[in-house]
């Protein structure tokens, strides 16, 4: 069976999600379609979804323009996999501590925009992270990390002792790129590999 995946394409680092989507299913042994989101109707027949980076006010103001908000939410109740990254991150957050940014609430936690610094403080780290054996080669630019989580959100790595990957239900949320990456494991953690429905 062939899954769909979604990579909601209204900013961010499409085609490189899409790619790495496509090495984390062969890896996982997974057929899989990649389709780019732009508009409302593409969710509902996604089995998995990524929500790349870009700036957060204008991928929520889109996500809601489209009708694609309320569908992300749909997918995430039925415990479907999301994986959100960088600005996606902070989209997926319950609380950006932005009153510009509509979040979709799919993680119940607090993140602080730019927490890492401006473009120029950009940096590469072996990270650990909970699930991975070796470290996972993590990209961070212009970074949120994670001020606040709730009791059902599991932290899977800190830098600095602050998150910057958790998992909550179907929901991973990473502060940094794995998609700049060749390592596709963080993609196949989180969209292949990811726990039942039931755990939410």
Same mark, same amino acid.
């Given at each position: 069976?062939?899954? !769909?995946?979604?990579?909601?394409?209204?900013?961010?680092?499409? =085609?490189?999600? *899409?790619?790495?989507?496509?090495?984390?299913?062969?890896?996982?042994?997974?057929?899989?379609?990649? %389709?780019?989101?732009?508009? *409302? $109707?593409?969710?509902?027949?996604?089995?998995?979804?990524?929500? #790349? $980076?870009?700036?957060? !006010? !204008?991928?929520?103001?889109?996500?809601?323009?489209?009708?694609?908000?309320?569908?992300?939410?749909?997918?995430?109740?039925?415990?479907?996999?999301?994986?959100?990254?960088?600005?996606?991150?902070?989209?997926?957050?319950?609380?950006? %501590?932005?009153? %510009?940014?509509? !979040?979709?609430? /799919?993680?119940?936690?607090?993140?602080?925009?730019? @927490?890492?610094?401006?473009?120029?403080?950009?940096?590469?780290? #072996?990270? =650990?992270?909970? $699930?991975?054996?070796?470290?996972? #080669? @993590?990209?961070?630019?212009?970074?949120? /990390?994670?001020?606040?989580? $709730?009791?059902?959100?599991?932290?899977? @790595?800190?830098?600095?002792?602050?998150?910057?990957?958790?998992?909550?239900? #179907?929901?991973?949320?990473?502060?940094?790129?794995?998609?700049?990456? /060749?390592?596709?494991?963080?993609?196949?953690?989180?969209?292949?590999?990811?726990?039942?429905?039931?755990? %939410?």
């Amino acid at each position: 069976m062939t899954r !769909t995946a979604g990579v909601v394409a209204v900013q961010g680092d499409v =085609s490189e999600h *899409a790619a790495a989507i496509e090495r984390a299913a062969a890896a996982a042994g997974e057929s899989v379609e990649v %389709r780019e989101i732009r508009e *409302a $109707g593409i969710v509902p027949d996604c089995d998995v979804l990524a929500l #790349p $980076g870009g700036e957060s !006010t !204008t991928i929520s103001r889109l996500l809601a323009q489209e009708g694609i908000d309320e569908e992300i939410r749909d997918h995430v109740a039925a415990g479907k996999p999301v994986l959100a990254t960088c600005a996606g991150l902070i989209v997926a957050s319950a609380d950006a %501590r932005d009153d %510009r940014v509509a !979040t979709l609430d /799919a993680l119940d936690a607090a993140v602080e925009r730019n @927490a890492f610094g401006r473009q120029k403080d950009s940096f590469e780290a #072996p990270l =650990s992270v909970e $699930g991975l054996d070796e470290p996972f #080669p @993590a990209v961070f630019i212009r970074a949120p /990390a994670i001020a606040e989580v $709730g009791e059902d959100v599991e932290v899977l @790595a800190t830098v600095e002792d602050r998150p910057v990957a958790v998992r909550q239900g #179907p929901v991973v949320g990473l502060s940094f790129h794995p998609e700049l990456v /060749a390592d596709e494991r963080l993609h196949r953690l989180a969209l292949f590999e990811a726990p039942a429905a039931a755990t %939410r």
